[in-house]
Structures are given as C-alpha cells and as structure tokens.
C-alpha cells in the first residue's frame, strides 16, 4: 500500500512499548529524508537503542545515524535532539525549525514534553503553524490517555500499533475501526486510517524493515550517480 505523507500533513502514531511504534518511525523517514530534512525530537533518549552511534565528521546524518545535537543546525540533513524536559532552549530550537520552513519533525514520543491537557508554545506552534510553512510533523505516544487533544484533532493520518487493553476501545474510535481488530493486533502489525480518504481503519502486515532499509540505501546510491 502507497502512504504519500505531505509536510502540511500531521500523523500520529501510537502503541506500547516495543510494538514497533519506533521502527515504523524509522521506515517512515526514511523516506521522506529523501526528499527534505529531518528533525528528531527524541526525549526517551533511545533512537538509536543502547549503543547508538552518531553521525560524525563530514556527515550531515543520516535517519539510522542522525547527527546528535542541542541546538538546531540548518546545515545537517538529519539532527536528533534530546530534550529531557521542555524549557527556553528547546523552545528556541522549534523557533528556528519554523524559521527555516521545510523541515520534518518527528516527536517519537510526547510524554515528558506534553500531557493530555497541556502542550507548550513551540510543540503547538510547529503542530499548528508549521503547516503553512511546510514544516511536516508526527508525533508518537504509548497511550491513548497521554496524546493531546490537539495531536487527534488535527492529525490526518494515524498509525496503531498494540496498546494496553483499557486504550483498545478509545484507539478503535480514534481510527474508525472495531475494537476487535486492535484487540487481535500481532507483533508489529499495524492499523492505518486516513481520514481525508478512508472510511474505516485497516489492518497493514508487519514491514520488512530490512528489505525496506536496503531499497532506500539503494536509491540514495542511484540519486547520488545521477548527481
């Protein structure tokens, strides 16, 4: 199945830990770091697992080694920044993702910054603004409870990995789907709803993230001979 994603498009994404929420993150942007650059708002401090290894030297960073920084560099392809709470510094950093326009920002998980009822300045300004600036967005969350009322309502796009069984129901309505079908979700599949042209949520198998891995390295070795 095509997923076309657009920079004025939010998606959102959810599922317990370890239900493949953080690799379909990874295929996801992938993809679009072909096309534009990418910001990974990474608070869990966990994108690259136990051992990460960073992008260095001349590299500009790549998705599977982003370039690990503390304040926003336009010059980098891929950046992953780890805040662990949300203060003056880190809002600077949205302040000049706006700023510089055309950016995909990925906020792999919302708890620690966010709560169900409160989202600061600079999340909601690229959530909401963004758009207009072709500032792309997706933001994660392990449960139902914990997304902010404005991440479901203005997203287009939702991804449903498993969840715990008191968020099936409300993960169900969210998705336009039974709650059955999120209550029978096997490792790493996934549910995907579209509400600009789907009615109802549908059952996706698990990615080949591999297979998935070695297509996209083979077309940046492609894009890079014709250049």
Not at 24 to 45: C, G, H, N, S, T
Not at 46 to 60: C, I, Q, R
Not at 102 to 107: Q, S, W
Not at 143 to 150: A, F
Request: proline content about 5%; aromatic content about 12%.
């Amino acid at each position: 199945m095509q997923i076309d994603i657009k920079p004025s498009e939010r998606v959102m994404i959810m599922g317990k830990t370890g239900s493949g929420k953080t690799e379909w993150e990874r295929f996801m942007l992938r993809r679009i770091a072909q096309y534009m650059p990418v910001v990974i708002v990474d608070p869990k401090m966990f994108w690259l697992g136990d051992n990460p290894e960073w992008a260095t030297g001349k590299s500009s960073g790549t998705i599977d080694h982003p370039r690990l920084v503390k304040w926003f560099n336009p010059k980098y392809w891929v950046q992953c920044v780890q805040p662990d709470e949300y203060d003056t510094s880190f809002e600077k950093f949205l302040k000049n993702i706006l700023r510089n326009k055309y950016i995909y920002t990925c906020f792999d998980e919302t708890d620690g910054l966010c709560t169900a009822t409160m989202v600061p300045t600079g999340i909601r300004k690229v959530w909401k603004q963004g758009r207009v600036l072709k500032v792309g967005a997706s933001a994660g969350s392990q449960t139902y409870s914990g997304i902010p009322r404005i991440f479901k309502s203005q997203a287009e796009k939702f991804v449903l990995f498993k969840v715990g069984d008191e968020d099936i129901e409300d993960a169900a309505a969210l998705l336009h789907c039974l709650p059955e079908e999120v209550a029978n979700l096997g490792d790493f599949e996934w549910m995907y709803y579209d509400s600009a042209s789907m009615d109802n949520g549908i059952w996706m198998p698990p990615i080949d993230l591999e297979e998935e891995k070695k297509i996209i390295q083979l077309q940046n070795r492609r894009r890079k001979n014709v250049a």
